[in-house]
């Protein structure tokens, strides 16, 4: 019996064991779903009517209208909810309040009691998945170019049926996907077979699912104001959602919903247009990819074209929602407006905007070894690297274009010259020795590398890939070694060193460019007039918001001796001129000013940032540099038409700060706290209007304090776009220009109407520069939801009022009420807060914010808000703590902070803007200038520094004689000791120079006078040398002596 058994345990066990293992699938979906079942690692949610799965803890941040939710409801009834359950079977209109935080891809009334339909939801983090929704979000919203998910999570309701019907009833399959990468969010709604809308309790038929109220299907921030409905939403039209789309494949739908608003994807019929990337090179060459009308991709799709500014460019239809264009060389920088059209041109009804960059560090050639080459030396060769995933391509062209104005500087042209043809895709090579490609010689080296696919057709716009806009001493050594190869008739080798009577010849056809140049120059030399002067010194430089640093010499980069040899840093004008000048200057290592000839700057005719951007500050500063200083011995030439500020009439702005609760420095110094609730003058005058916006502190456990702190600015210039920086507390701020929120996630920088902004949220912090006759710089930094600034202000300019003073240097009269009453800074706080802030309150009318929906100008202010004026009581404990914090018992706004706030990081944030701001106003103190001393012809000079106490000695070249002093000391007066210092030529001691102790006292070696009161003398130790005359005599030549005048 027992081995009965054990041979049938083994006969099943052998059956078990040939019996072929199925591996389970997914549920059977249309091709648009995400994968889902419990064969991918779908939960099932309990089976109910009007249930959840209860509170769904994800390992994400996930942002929704502005807020981040760390957990979510997948509810039955057709609905994710992030703040609580919607058991609501029957959906109300949007929009709700409550806190119904939700979003519906069809609100109804789900029962999965009824057949075996069910809803199954999961997170991931699976590579396919992420990478799908990734390339379909880039799909959906074009300018999200680089949007990589890093999370997704799938909510299925798989074949459900309607509260009130039955096994063989209706079912509906719809999906919700939601996509993040953790700053920016997306929902996808998915829908297979929609058949009901309603059920029974919203009045739905029994049999059918369908009347009553129908299903909703959108967005709900659950404030009562901010919501999206999809078109038919609590329509009977609703049931048809599988056959509408708005990104062009029907049954899905795709928003953007990070931010406060929602957002569609895809096609639309507003007029706008979406754009990706949203900026590029002015050289052109990138493939932009556009989105706004809706494409009939059944229908001929040849008239559809761009526009960029005024040039047309044929579009290549892609899919229902997405063309592609190239963008053209446009040689200008800034935002120009692109269109399409579906008509040939006729008709430009989709527009947006596009910000041309000087380059586009995304898409670049990159010169590895360019700072290496140098003019003459043959040895080196070019090797350049690039993306080869750019190009749909296995070859690829390389050219040189060089630039030149024509002949009236009116416009630029370009030379192509061919450098290398079929070149295999790898992404690097090195340049050859010559240009055998090419049919085109020329001798000019500015321009920029061009990589392209094959040109096909002719077509004048390509895909290509640009480097920068340089000067190519790589390229000149190319040149030279071509000119030589066909200048011996084709016998030389392309590798063979150019001679030295070549190049000289080449040097004279530079020389000949730098005359000509020079002509045209000095009969209308660039002006410096609205340009600020020198910063005296690099510290000055470095708290002055005029300037900016200059990337052509850095904190001492090898590619200073380029064009400033002896400098280790310089700046330049961080805004143009009216004028569209600019000014240099640079620095020695320890900090001084520089003259031109020991590597300073120069006044710049083309500011890097006016106009053609780089272009044309290259075109009619840099490549004439070169020719007249690197390429030929004319720099005295460049020198006269581009000289060197010294710094004389330098005159520092004037700087306010706030920081921390609300403290203030005024511009002329003046330091007290404010805590007023609610928006502010923080200054007015007649051409620059900035308020600020006060909110309620919290402390470290959340709750409200009796302090305030600034969250949000607004500001204008005159003739300049409006705008307004306010925080976000999910992504640090947000920037508004003329009131519509701008992005500056991956343009860093831009440019608007007479204001340039700049927003890096790395480093939490905002730069915006109004450009005008006075540039006003507003520098901000936020932590912990609170906001520190500096305002940089033109000395004396524009009679400013407000509560950053009146800028007149005047500290006692800062404290001046808006009817121009002044109250005393010793008055206690709390009058300082009725008598003098509180009148600087703006109205309703006067508001230059722009509010979001539900906010108005009286919502930011509490009249029964009672602000705290003095340090509140703690334990000693918590007032050492505080102490060490802040660095010292002095710091008293820092530990005021602390107190009020418990914020470390908002204290330790206010002890560094008080140390910025002093180090700024210590920087800004005047410093004693003599101005450049120039080497003596025939002679140098040792040390250049302009500053009192600087030290200048002068020596002559073999066979000329020094005059004057050899030594000058730069005085506390501003002025140099000594005389004027001349090397004269014409002398020659003979055998007697060295003199030697023989003749130390021979009166004949007196040599000939040159200006009847100065002669020539061989003295013992110093060789020849000049001798004054006494005052009132003359020298006699034939006797060697000095005689009264007769």
């Known amino acids: 019996m027992l081995l009965l058994q054990l041979r049938a345990t083994l006969l099943a066990l052998g059956a078990l064991l040939s019996t072929s293992v199925t591996v389970a699938a997914p549920l059977p979906a249309p091709a648009h779903f995400y994968p889902y079942g419990t064969a991918v690692g779908d939960r099932i949610a309990p089976v109910n009517d009007d249930g959840s799965t209860g509170d769904v803890p994800i390992s994400v941040k996930f942002p929704y209208v502005d807020h981040e939710h760390e957990s979510l409801y997948v509810n039955t009834n057709g609905v994710i909810s992030f703040l609580e359950e919607v058991s609501q079977f029957t959906p109300d209109a949007f929009p ?86 953790g700053r920016h969010s997306f929902t996808m709604f998915n829908y297979g077979d929609i058949a009901w809308t309603t059920g029974t309790a919203s009045g739905g038929s029994s049999s059918t699912g369908l009347g009553g109220v129908p299903a909703q299907v959108g967005f709900n921030a659950g404030d009562g104001i901010v919501y999206q409905s999809v078109p038919g939403s609590r329509t009977a039209a609703i049931v048809n959602i599988e056959t509408t789309t708005n990104v062009g494949l029907p049954g899905r739908w795709v928003f953007r919903i990070d931010d406060s608003t929602v957002k569609f994807g895809g096609c639309n019929t507003a007029g706008t247009l979406e754009i990706g990337p949203s900026y590029g090179s002015m050289m ?139 070149v295999r895709n790898t992404g690097s090579v090195t340049l050859p020795t010559g240009l055998t490609n090419s049919l085109v010689l020329i001798s000019d080296s500015l321009g920029s590398l061009r990589i392209s696919a094959a040109i096909v057709g002719g077509c004048s716009h390509i895909v290509s890939l640009w480097s920068e806009i340089h000067v190519a001493q790589w390229y000149t050594n190319m040149y030279l070694n071509e000119l030589r190869r066909r200048t011996d008739g084709g016998t030389g080798s392309a590798r063979a060193l150019a001679t030295p009577a070549l ?29 600020p002067a020198c910063p005296c010194t690099r510290r000055q430089a470095k708290f002055d918001s005029r300037f900016e640093n200059d990337p052509t010499c850095s904190n001492g980069a090898a590619n200073c001796s380029l064009l400033h040899l002896g400098a280790h840093h310089c700046v330049r004008t961080a805004l143009a001129s009216a004028l569209g000048t600019g000014q ?197 930094k936020w932590i912990e939801g609170i906001f520190s600034y500096t305002l ?109 706030t418990g914020k470390a990081s908002v204290a330790r944030d206010t002890a560094e803007a008080v140390r910025q701001h002093d180090s700024a106003v210590d920087s800004a103190k005047k410093v004693v200038t003599c101005g450049f001393l120039e080497s003596p012809g025939n002679g140098t000079k040792n040390g250049s520094s302009p500053l009192a106490g600087s030290v200048v000695k002068f020596s002559c070249n073999d066979g000329f004689i020094l005059d004057g002093s050899a030594q000058r000391t730069c005085t506390e007066a501003g002025t140099w000791d000594g005389v004027d210092t001349k090397c004269i030529g014409g002398y020659d001691c003979g055998a007697h120079s060295p003199c030697t102790p023989k003749n130390r006292h021979d009166r004949k070696l007196y040599f000939r006078h040159f200006d009847k009161t100065k002669f020539v003398q061989c003295g013992y130790r110093y060789g020849c040398y000049v001798q004054a005359c006494s005052p009132g005599t003359v020298y006699n030549e034939a006797l060697g002596l000095c005689f009264f005048k007769i």
């Open 584 to 780: 240099q200057c640079c620095y020695d290592e320890a900090g001084d000013i520089l003259p031109f000839e020991n590597g300073g700057g120069s006044l710049q005719r083309a500011h890097p940032k006016r106009n053609i951007t780089g272009l044309s500050h290259l075109l009619v500063d840099v490549w004439p540099q070169f020719l007249c200083c690197k390429y030929s011995d004319n720099c005295d030439k460049f020198k006269e038409v581009r000289p060197t500020d010294n710094c004389g009439r330098f005159e520092p702005p004037v700087i306010a700060t706030t920081f921390g609760s609300a403290h203030i420095i005024t511009l002329d110094g003046l330091r007290y706290t404010f805590n007023g609730l609610g928006e502010f003058w923080l200054l007015r005058s007649p051409h620059f209007e900035l308020q600020g916006r006060a909110s309620q502190d919290s402390n470290i456990q959340g709750q409200l304090v009796g302090s305030t702190s600034w969250t949000a600015i607004v500001a204008k210039a005159t003739g300049g776009s409006l705008v307004q920086v306010q925080i976000n507390r999910r992504t640090g701020v947000d920037i508004f220009i003329d009131g519509v929120k701008q992005d500056f996630d991956d343009l860093h920088t831009q440019e608007f109407t007479r204001v340039t902004v700049s927003c890096d949220a790395r480093n939490g912090t905002v730069e915006i520069r109004f450009h005008g006759a006075d540039d006003y710089v507003i520098k901000m």
């Open 96 to 181: 709700l309040g409550g806190n119904r935080r939700l979003i519906a891809a069809f609100w109804g009334d789900v029962d999965t009691r009824m057949n075996s339909g069910r809803l199954y939801y999961r997170e991931t983090r699976d590579s396919d998945i992420l990478r799908r929704a990734s390339r379909e979000v880039r799909q959906a919203f074009v300018r999200f170019t680089r949007f990589s998910a890093t999370w997704v999570f799938i909510a299925s309701w798989h074949r459900v049926t309607y509260y009130g019907g039955s096994s063989s009833t209706s079912l509906n399959t719809f999906q919700i996907v939601l996509i993040t990468n």
């Open 792 to 900: 940089s202000w033109p000395k004396y300019a524009d009679h400013p009022r407000g509560l950053l003073g009146n800028a007149n240097g005047n500290v006692t009269d800062d404290l001046k009420t808006q009817s121009g009453v002044v109250i005393d800074s010793n008055s206690p706080p709390k009058e300082l807060h009725e008598d003098f802030a509180m009148t600087w309150k703006t109205t309703a009318e006067e508001s230059m914010f722009v509010y979001g929906a539900g906010a108005s100008h009286d919502g930011y202010t509490d009249p029964s808000f009672e602000p705290r004026f003095e340090q509140p009581e703690v334990d000693d404990d918590t007032k050492r703590q505080a102490t060490e914090i802040c660095g010292g018992a002095d710091a008293k706004d820092c530990i005021f902070d602390y107190l009020m």
């Open 284 to 422: 052109g060459g990138l493939l932009v990819t556009v989105s706004g009308p809706c494409f009939d991709q059944h229908s001929d799709t040849s008239n559809v074209v761009c526009k960029f500014a005024n040039i047309v460019t044929p579009a290549k239809v892609l899919d229902a929602t997405r063309a592609q264009c190239i963008l053209p060389m446009l040689t200008k920088t800034g935002v120009v407006r692109v269109g399409i059209s579906t008509d040939g041109g006729q008709h430009y009804d989709h527009g947006g905007n596009f910000t041309l960059v000087a380059s586009d560090p995304q898409h670049t050639v990159s010169l590895v070894n360019k700072d290496n080459i140098k003019l003459g030396q043959f040895a080196e060769r070019l090797r350049i690297t690039w993306l080869p995933i750019y190009f749909n391509a296995t070859v690829v062209d390389i050219d040189f274009v060089i630039f030149r104005y024509n002949s009236d500087r009116t416009s630029v042209q370009k030379k192509i010259v061919r450098l290398m043809s079929g």
């Open 503 to 531: 190049l000289a010849r080449v040097r004279q056809t530079w020389a000949s460019q730098c005359s000509a140049w020079y002509q045209v120059e000095k009969g209308n030399p660039p002006s410096s007039a609205n340009l």
